[in-house]
Structures are given as structure tokens and as C-alpha cells.
């Protein structure tokens, strides 16, 4: 997997973390989550389906949110050159819409959140290769 790869995976996995921290993923919920992920990480560049990434996460369905979460951003930090500013806001406006995918946007969904916003802000990719692939 390539790092950018590892980044939307990551991603994928976070955003599973805040649809599971209220109780398990229902079928439902599991679609319009897939549907929202795949709307917003679409990218005509990316030489990899980012449905199918979402796809395996759902499909595993095993672990709990915070090991989930924890491992997300372990890839996030270890990936972090590639993260650019604007995959940084990205990445936050997925979170929140996958929690207000089916609300009420619960606490815990909140505090994961803001959690997020927190730990992301304070990793910095590498600006020449962002700015290089502009």
C-alpha cells in the first residue's frame, strides 16, 4: 500500500470508529456511510478505489472504536509527508459528515471528533511534496 493509500485507509478507519462508537454499524447506516466516504475521498488521480478501502473496513466489523482509532492515526503520523492542508480538511468535513449522517450526533461521536481535529492539526506534512504535486 502506498502512503497515500495508508492515508485514506486511515481515514476510512476513523471515520468507521466515529459510525461504531455509538453501537454497532447497522446495514443501513453501513451504505449511506460507504456512499458519503466515497463521495468526498473521490479522486480521478488516485490509482485505487477508495469504495473498496471503506468496504473492507465495514467488512471487518471486529474491533472497537478506539483501537480502530488509535491505529488510524499510529498510519496517519508514520504517513504524515503526504498530508497536506487541503487533505487535512478533507479529512475533518468526512468526519463530521459521517456523524451527522444519522443523528443526533452523540457525545462520544463529538468528543471522537474534536479529538481528531486536535491530534491532525498538530501533524505537518512535508510542503515540498504537496506543493510538488500541485
Not at 33 to 58: G, P
Not at 96 to 117: C, G, H, M, N, Q
Request: some cysteine.
Amino acid at each position: 500500500m502506498t502512503p497515500l493509500q495508508s492515508l485514506h485507509y486511515a481515514i476510512g478507519e476513523i471515520a468507521y470508529a466515529i459510525a461504531r462508537i455509538d453501537g454497532k454499524v447497522q446495514k443501513e447506516e453501513s451504505k449511506k456511510f460507504h456512499a458519503l466516504v466515497e463521495a468526498e475521498l473521490r479522486c480521478k488521480d488516485y490509482d485505487f478505489d477508495i469504495s473498496d478501502i471503506i468496504f473492507q473496513i465495514m467488512e471487518k466489523d471486529k474491533t472497537d472504536a478506539a483501537t480502530s482509532y488509535k491505529w488510524a492515526m499510529d498510519q496517519i503520523r508514520l504517513n504524515s509527508h503526504y498530508l497536506s492542508p487541503p487533505l487535512k480538511k478533507t479529512f475533518i468535513r468526512v468526519m463530521e459528515k459521517i456523524a451527522k449522517a444519522f443523528p443526533p450526533v452523540t457525545r462520544s461521536e463529538k468528543e471522537l471528533i474534536d479529538k481528531f481535529k486536535e491530534e491532525i492539526q498538530l501533524i505537518h506534512g512535508d510542503p515540498v511534496f504537496y506543493e510538488k504535486s500541485l
